[in-house]
């Protein structure tokens, strides 16, 4: 069994249990953007944490082995994503992109933010003139060494 193929077990099996993503974190014990993530196929789940996801999703033992094997990271199919939603990631980055590095190099010097110590928290932000997706980030600073 692929990942790719758990993936799309977990997704299938998901929605026929009519379960959301921060019911299945609970159980997991990590948050839904770490949970989901990990269930997308791009973390690795201890046996603890698999064995729960397989019970909950009813998911057959070689899919719940996978869970636990380092993943390749990285899950888009092309350079360009041609999904409109993350499509605007990929937009915001080329419109921002620029000054998010600016921002950051003139607070903390030259380095980047971590992928690895890091995490983020999704939420519907009610509006007036529509909800709005709040997305916060937070990586830790990683700075360039000298050698």
Do not use: C
């Not at 057959?60 to 350079?79: C, D, F, I, N, R």
């Amino acid at each position: 069994m692929t990942r790719e193929e758990v993936t799309n077990l977990i997704l299938l099996n998901k929605r026929r249990k009519g379960l959301r993503w921060a019911h299945i974190a609970e159980i997991v014990g990590q948050s839904k953007e770490w949970t989901t993530a990990a269930l997308m196929g791009q973390m690795t789940l201890t046996t603890e944490q698999a064995g729960k996801v397989g019970d909950v999703l009813g998911l057959p033992p070689e899919a719940v082995e996978m869970l636990q094997v380092v993943p390749y990271k990285g899950s888009l199919p092309t350079s360009i994503p041609t999904d409109p939603l993350i499509y605007r990631f990929y937009e915001l980055i080329n419109v921002y992109g620029t000054s998010i590095k600016e921002l950051i190099h003139e607070e903390f010097g030259d380095g980047i933010m971590s992928a690895i110590d890091f995490s983020m928290d999704i939420r519907r932000e009610p509006n007036a003139a529509g909800d709005r997706v709040h997305i916060e980030m937070s990586g830790k600073f990683l700075p360039y060494k000298t050698y």
